[in-house]
């Protein structure tokens, strides 16, 4: 999930950013007493992050119940065996911190996005590259925050059914 948005979003963010940057929209922005920043970088973070959490409370609910689906129809389990398995191993604190990461997620995809868009060098082609820069450092950043998150989580919430 976090990946997708880094990947979709924050490159589309990244290049219109870059693109604006390089054609001087900002800089004459900026001639106009009009901060980039406030209207265009926070209102894209914002709705990176906000998508993010929506988007990982989706697959939380399409994955619980297409777990269910497998489980008791494809499989011919029962709903009562289904629901006893998934209360003995699932928790309420895990729907929490996914959507706590799913956050931090999108406010790192945003920001390093933005900052990349912002700061593209040499011309068209430098947006391409600070595209391509900002979707390889997201995903380094995401899995260093993740292991980071996931450590201090475990450590926090003792896991269920071990």
């Known amino acids: 999930m976090a990946l997708l948005i880094a990947g979709a979003g924050g490159s589309a963010i990244c290049a219109d950013l870059g693109s604006r940057k390089i054609r001087e929209e900002l800089d004459a922005m900026e001639v106009m007493g009009v901060s980039p920043i406030q209207r265009l ?23 619980t119940l297409g777990g269910y689906f497998f489980n008791v129809i494809m499989q011919g389990g029962t709903p009562g065996a289904y629901l006893a398995s998934f209360s003995a191993l699932a928790q309420l604190p895990d729907l929490w911190i ?24 040499g011309g068209p082609k430098g947006v391409g590259d600070a595209v391509n820069q900002s979707v390889v450092i997201t995903f380094m950043l995401l899995f260093f925050v993740n292991m980071v998150l996931t450590a201090i989580y475990l450590q926090v919430v003792p896991p269920k059914g071990g």
């Open 41 to 63: 970088v926070v209102p894209r973070v914002l709705a990176t992050m906000l998508v993010a959490v929506l988007l990982n409370g989706m697959v939380s609910v399409v994955g």
């Open 98 to 121: 996914s959507e706590i990461k799913a956050l931090i997620f999108g406010f790192i995809a945003g920001v390093v996005a933005a900052y990349r868009g912002l700061n593209p060098r």
